[in-house]
């Protein structure tokens, strides 16, 4: 399934930071199977591709795609929260 219909079937439309967001996501976890990434830590790969998408864009789609299941937000003990890819799988 492309990202464009993963997105669609969860009930949100196809947006270039939604899309950007989400292959950076699976490109990340394929290419050096790091899982967990903060907003910040997307945001700066988006900026290191010359994307032009504010860190309020990256917050609030990391936040509609945790409501939409597509990412899981786990929080460490400083507080921090960081997201990864919703494989079906709880640690």
């Known amino acids: 399934m492309s990202n464009s219909q993963d997105l669609k079937s969860t009930g949100l439309k196809a947006t270039f930071p939604r899309l ?3 292959d950076l ?3 990340v976890h394929s290419d050096t199977g790091n899982r967990h990434m903060t907003a ?3 945001y700066r790969a988006l900026i290191a591709e010359n994307m032009d998408i504010g860190l ?3 917050y609030r789609v990391l936040t509609q795609f945790e409501q939409a299941g597509l ?3 786990h929080y460490f ?10 494989e079906g799988k709880h640690h």
């Open 56 to 58: 309020a864009t990256v």
């Open 71 to 73: 990412l899981e937000r």
């Open 40 to 42: 910040e830590d997307v």
């Open 20 to 22: 950007k967001i989400l």
């Open 25 to 27: 996501f699976q490109k």
């Open 77 to 86: 003990e400083s507080g921090k929260a960081v997201f990864e890819l919703n």
